[in-house]
């Protein structure tokens, strides 16, 4: 099956700083979303973003799908920021849904 | 539109009691897909359903495991002789016919003791 692998594992920042996580993918797929999972373990979507840039506020992300490749950027960051990041890429089910594979997660804590 | 719901938030049993899950997804979203998550990894598929047909099932469902979807609303997972190993974070999620973009709800915590 396909395979996620996300980069760093942990990360600790000082509030204010930027990070980009990254996430690699090993075969092509039609969907790619970003998640952060709060400490009660809600997974709240970020991005849908199988291909190019987005901006949310102090977050984008961007996907090239060509290289299997996508990052995520966190600019001036936040104590709420906290938590695990997830990337999950999608792969066609029967009657066109879609299997989301995870990565294992970036952890990040924003500290004071 | 208030999200997908899922009950129980948290429960806890012993092993060889059967239990079941119930999860309701956005309303007019056609396709309800769950998931399983064990400490320190990412959630791994189960199964999916496009209205009240069960589509796909993952290796990972055994036999003690049963999901249902009857009239296309909300889902029930059922789990059977429970075992310690089937402790984990149960999630439902759901997406519009014709759209990717799945959305999660708050989870199930399962305890098996």
Known sequence: ?112 | DTGVSQNPRHKITKRGQNVTFRCDPISEHNRLYWYRQTLGQGPEFLTYFQNEAQLEKSRLLSDRFSAERPKGSFSTLEIQRTEQGDSAMYLCASSLTGAHEQYFGPGTRLTVT
């Open chain 1, 1 to 112: 099956g396909i395979q996620v692998e996300q980069s760093p594992p942990d990360l600790i920042l000082q509030e204010g700083a930027n990070s980009t996580l990254r996430c690699n993918f090993s075969d092509s797929v039609n969907n790619l979303q970003w998640f952060h999972q709060n400490p009660w373990g809600q997974l709240i979507n970020l991005f849908y973003i199988p291909s190019g840039t987005k901006q949310n506020g102090r977050l984008s992300a961007t996907t090239v799908a060509t290289e299997r490749y996508s990052l995520l950027y966190i600019s001036s960051s936040q104590t709420t920021d906290s938590g695990v990041y997830f990337c999950a890429v999608g792969m066609e089910l029967t009657g066109g849904g879609n299997k989301l594979t995870f990565g294992t997660g970036t952890q990040l804590k924003v500290e004071l």
